[in-house]
């Protein structure tokens, strides 16, 4: 997945473990929108700070924070941060 570069095929891979355990511990939905969602949303708008400022900026994140629905870059284009 990581070397054919198929984002799609790695979020369903990755979040399919997610899913699973949310089925069988519903309290953990919040725990998950917390590691992910929440997180990415926040980092999204960080993002967006750090382009706005000269320089080169590195950024070090988990690859499931740049794949699947809430996305760091779903929520980017939402903000019109990307296209």
């Given at each position: 997945l990581f070397i054919q570069a198929d984002d799609?095929?790695?979020a369903?891979?990755?979040f399919k473990d997610f899913e699973d355990e949310i089925k069988k511990h519903p309290v953990y939905k919040d725990y998950f929108d917390a590691l992910l969602s929440r997180r990415n949303k926040d980092w999204a708008l960080?993002?967006?700070d750090y382009l706005d400022e000269p320089g080169v900026t590195f950024i070090f994140a988990g690859c499931a924070h740049f794949v699947g629905d809430d996305s760091v870059f779903d929520y980017?284009?939402?903000n019109?941060?990307?296209k």
């Open positions: 799609q095929a790695f369903d891979f990755y960080k993002i967006a980017m284009q939402q019109g941060i990307l």
